[in-house]
């Protein structure tokens, strides 16, 4: 028996939720290498902190990403590419418009 596709409104919420973690994770990451360039170069700041915070706000977008993919029954495809997104500065952005466009299927 074959289910009907998601619509966009039931995954509404679920989208939500990953576009505030895909931002926060982005630009933490952009944060995170901003103060590793200033500690590395530079001799100053302390940074690994900052990777920390990161890390844990990266850990809770992999379980967002995943809900989102798992209520969408997406391609597997997609989900690696949801996962990809956390680890280059400034791609997160990238994705979550590509990712927000294909939930609501444009």
Avoid: N
Avoid at 28 to 41: H, K, Q, R
Avoid at 42 to 59: A, C, L, M, P, S
Avoid at 80 to 92: F, I, Y
């Amino acid at each position: 028996m074959m289910t009907a596709a998601p619509t966009w409104v039931s995954l509404a919420g679920a989208l939500r939720r990953y576009q505030l973690a895909a931002y926060v994770v982005g630009v933490m990451l952009i944060v995170a290498c901003a103060f590793s360039i200033s500690e590395y170069g530079f001799d100053k700041g302390e940074g690994r902190y900052v990777w920390v915070v990161h890390g844990w706000f990266y850990v809770l977008y992999l379980v967002l990403a995943f809900d989102l993919f798992r209520r969408a029954r997406w391609p597997i495809g997609r989900l690696a590419e949801m996962l990809v997104a956390g680890w280059l500065p400034g791609l997160t952005f990238v994705i979550e418009r590509r990712i927000t466009r294909f939930a609501k299927g444009g």
